[in-house]
């Protein structure tokens, strides 16, 4: 069974870098493509990019100049970063297969001095 | 960008009745291959999110036959039959026809 989890930290100052990592099992990711999504208070949802089997990226033009998704394939894992973050940030994080039929169970990250 | 509009935040309803969540589309979501780059997905607490319909209509393997997507071009529906308790959820609709993908506002299923 594919599975998906997300790890980091879930407070992390204005200005700084927010930086999470995705677990996959299950499932080789240099197969498919991997993406971030994530969830604003308020429920707003909105695709952040993705990584693909072979490694090459695309992202969501509103974040392009921020973020950055790379991968560990020897331990089958993907990153997001994303930088000079601020309160509009604040949200849940999720990592998901980008067919969008595997995904994880999201990371609140809040953003906050 | 693709903009999507569901135009119900929540929808307030008993178990057993039928409901169906709108999602409208700024541009036609068809494809040339014939396909609309449209899905459904369901949240809820505690759970991870479940992909109910792909392709407009097409249900994912395991999700139940009271699922139905409809809908073509820029007009699209997920209809729930006799809705379960477990129904009580958000909904999104996601295109993935053109980049940057692009989510419904969501529709919370409320129990009546």
């Known amino acids: 069974e594919v599975q998906l989890q997300e790890s980091g930290p879930g407070l992390v100052k204005p200005s700084q870098s927010l930086s999470l990592t995705c677990s996959v099992t299950?499932?080789?990711?240099?197969?498919?493509?991997w993406g971030w999504i994530r969830k604003f208070p308020g429920n707003k949802m909105e695709w952040m990019g993705y990584?693909?089997?072979?490694?090459?990226?695309s992202y969501n033009p509103s974040l392009k100049s921020r973020i950055s998704i790379t991968r560990d394939t020897s331990k089958n894992q993907f990153f997001l970063q994303l930088n000079s973050v601020t309160t509009e940030d604040t949200a849940t994080y999720y990592c998901?297969?980008?067919?969008?039929?595997?995904w994880g169970q999201g990371v609140m990250v809040t953003v906050s001095s | 960008q693709i903009m999507l509009t569901q135009q119900a935040e929540s929808l307030w309803i008993s178990p057993g009745e039928r409901v169906s969540i709108t999602c409208r589309a700024s541009?036609?979501?068809?494809?040339?291959?014939?396909?609309?780059?449209l899905s459904w997905y369901q949240q809820r607490p505690g759970q991870t999110t479940k992909a109910l319909i792909y392709?407009?209509?097409v249900r994912t393997d395991g999700v139940p036959t009271r699922f139905i997507g409809s809908g073509s071009g820029t007009e699209f529906t997920l209809s729930i039959e006799h809705v379960q308790p477990e129904d009580f959820a958000i909904y999104y609709c996601?295109?993935?026809?053109?980049?940057?993908?692009?989510f419904g506002g969501g529709t919370k299923l409320e129990l009546k």
């Open positions: 996601l295109q993935t026809l053109k980049s940057p993908w692009t």
């Open positions: 299950g499932y080789s990711i240099t197969s498919n493509y």
């Open positions: 998901a297969r980008n067919t969008g039929d595997y």
């Open positions: 392709h407009a209509s």
């Open positions: 990584i693909s089997y072979s490694g090459s990226t």
């Open positions: 541009q036609s979501l068809l494809y040339t291959d014939g396909k609309h780059y």
